[in-house]
Structures are given as C-alpha cells and as structure tokens.
C-alpha cells in the first residue's frame, strides 16, 4: 500500500494503477485495505482512508456501493469527515467531527491523541459522479409554500437517484440553485419581508421589508474545490407563493429548464465538453412526472 500512499497527485496515482498487471486482484487489495481503515481512529488513518477510496474510484468498486471521502469545514468552525453514497448520503458510522492540536488535529472525541505530524485532513480529490442539478431553500419562507417546499424535497431526491451523470462528462461539476422564498408571515416581525422584481411592484402601503431582486440572478461559470460550477439565484415574491401548487410547480420546471439553457451557452462559449442536451432530456423526463403527481 505504500506505493498507494506516496502517490501526491491523482495523476500520479492514475498512472501507478493503471500499469497494475492485475487490476481485479489489485482491487480486492485495496477493498480489504478500505475495510481496515472504516474505523478511522486517528488523522493518519483517515489521510489513507481517503488514498483508498481515491484509488478505488479510479479502478472502480467492483460489486460494492462506491463511496467517497469527504472532510469539510462546517460553519461552526469545527472539520467533519465522512464517507458518503453518489446520492449524498452519508454512511452510518463514518462521521466524525475534528478538533485542532497544536499544529494538527485529532478525533474530537477520540483517545488518539497523538501527533501523527499531518497538518491537515485530506478530501478526496476525485469524487464520485453525482447529480449536477442541486438546488436548496432559503431558510425562510412563508407558510404559503410549504407544500412546494415538500415537492422540491422529493424531486432533489429523485434527481440525485435517476440523474444520468456518469454520461454527462467530466468537464462541469454542478448547477447550484438557491431558492429565496419571501416571508411576509414570519412569527418574528424584525423577519418579516418580501422579493419584488421591480421598485414599480412594491404596494404603496407595504407595511413589511423588501428587497428589490431580479427573478433569476446568474453567477460566474467558476470553479470550487476543482469542479467547475454554475450558481443561481431563484427570489420568489409574495404572490408567486401565493399560487396554487401545480402553478408553482409549473414555475419551477420552468425555471429550472431556463437555467439549463442558460448554462448550455455558458459551456458553449467556453467549449467545455458536456453532454447539456442528455442532462436537459433526463431532467424534462423527471419533471414531468414529478408534476403529473399533483
């Protein structure tokens, strides 16, 4: 495994496995190195942990769930590691929250506290294919929504299970989508405001905090942590949320097709290879389905 460990970039790694003579032999040796480390206990081992797992995504998995090793800072400060699905699932008992000693970290809640001279945790730097289109709410919203909100819970779930992304490409990581809900009905009164999209569709006597924001509002194509990635904006006003379900629904497929057109451009123009028009047919496929259910 040595020869696994030394490898510093995926290149380098790439090149060293693929010259393997016994590629399915070789795998079963790092499945049973992957099994070792699953009970991470100490910085060193979590660092191989990732080389395993970096590996086994360049030989594949054979007949086992591939899983990728992640460890992120989280906005509490504190390093959380764990082994996650393609659909983003974490793996029961893989999670395990950091803490800083001196120049290097050991298991917050661990008894290893010893110095293994690793200055920071290793990510995987190759991570498994997953669903490019994600999309997340703004923690608040007005109570009009909830049942949209539910909706899109169930179609980002059904997106990360059927999406096609192994024959999409490599070349483009995510289109990120923030969904920003007004809420006019927050119980905090300090809380409340709503989106308008023009100065001229804000009610003279509006008695809550607005914000003016366009109805979609485009990132840069930019990369993040390697991947190359689109950044959207949806600001719903207090009326859109006012709608019956299916019409928001209708908005939202709508909006989400809007977006992929707009990112098909930006790929076009900077002649990143992607296959935009199989990711847009399996996405008009799911949500048709998702608004045939009411």
């Known amino acids: 495994m040595q020869n696994v460990y030394s490898r510093d970039t995926i290149e380098d790694l790439v090149a060293y496995l693929l010259n393997k003579p016994d590629i399915d032999k070789f795998r079963q040796t790092l499945l049973t190195e992957f099994d070792r480390l699953f009970t991470y206990s100490n910085s060193a081992e979590w660092n191989q942990l990732v080389r395993i797992c970096e590996a086994l995504r360049i030989v594949g998995w054979g007949e086992r769930e591939p899983v990728e090793a992640i ?7 504190s390093y959380y590691s764990q082994l996650r699905t393609k659909t983003f699932a974490a793996i ?5 929250r950091w803490a800083r000693q001196g ?6 809640e661990g008894s290893d506290r010893h110095d293994y001279g690793i200055a920071a945790l290793a990510s995987q730097r190759n991570p498994l294919p ?3 289109v994600r999309f997340i709410r703004s923690g608040n919203y007005q109570l009009s929504v909830q049942p949209l909100v539910d909706c899109l819970q169930v179609l ?5 299970q059927h999406m096609r992304q192994e024959e999409y490409g490599d070349d483009f990581g995510y289109l990120g989508i923030h969904c920003n809900f ?16 023009a100065e001229e569709d804000v009610p003279e006597d509006l008695t809550t905090g607005y914000y003016i924001r366009p109805r979609l509002h485009f990132g840069r194509l930019d990369r993040k942590k390697g991947q190359l990635k689109l950044e959207v904006t949806r600001h719903y006003t207090r009326a ?11 908005l939202f497929a709508q909006d989400l ?3 992929v057109g707009v990112l098909a451009q930006k790929l076009k123009k900077k002649k990143v290879q992607y296959r935009i028009e199989l990711l847009e047919a399996d996405l008009l496929d799911l949500l048709t389905q998702w608004q045939r259910e009411g």
Request: hydrophobic share 25%; with cysteine; glycine share 4%.
């Open 71 to 77: 460890c992120e800072k989280w906005i509490n400060g």
């Open 92 to 96: 029961p008992a893989s999670e395990r």
């Open 103 to 108: 120049d290097t970290f050991v298991l917050d």
């Open 130 to 132: 997953k669903n490019p």
């Open 156 to 160: 980002r779930t059904r997106l990360d």
């Open 182 to 197: 007004s809420h006019h009905d927050d119980p905090s009164p300090s809380m409340r405001y709503e989106y308008f999209h």
């Open 240 to 250: 859109e949320g006012e709608l019956p379900l299916n019409e928001q629904k209708e």
């Open 257 to 259: 097709l809007e977006m």
